[in-house]
């Protein structure tokens, strides 16, 4: 674990290092084409600016004791019907899980994703959701999360 780096919540001012962040994911999931990539962030830097404020999309970020934003994490919260698994219908869904390379396998991660755990708990959600890529599956199941039965259509 590194005890050098502290995490803490992104406010407006940390727009351009969580859209640095999630270039930094699309790129390393294969993404590379620049156009698009750029493109990606504009709609990115709207989007932060118009959900930080509104408490929408609440963020964290791994900060080295240089002030170097190294990895990031987010969550929003969809409202759904209240069902018999989740009487609130309130569901967190968790993204933008990132860490650089130089950073990875120190725990940096793991503990973005417990402040996010704990603040969900904080909130009284009851239930969180997340994409797992093949990197990040083992942490989150070591989390308590589980395979599901959901499904996309595009």
Known sequence: MSDDISIRQSTVADIPDLVRL???????????????????????TSYFARTIPADEFIGWLAVTA??????SGGVVIDQHPPGPHNLSGKCGYIMNLVTLPAYQRRGVARRIMQAIVAWLADQGIQRAELHATDVGRSLYEELGFVDSNEMSLF
Not at 22 to 44: I, N, S, T, Y
Request: net charge negative; hydrophobic share 60%.
């Open 22 to 44: 999630r270039r930094a994911m699309f790129e390393a999931m294969g993404f590379d084409e620049p156009a698009q990539l750029d493109a990606v962030d504009r709609a990115a």
């Open 66 to 71: 240089a002030d170097i934003v190294v990895a």
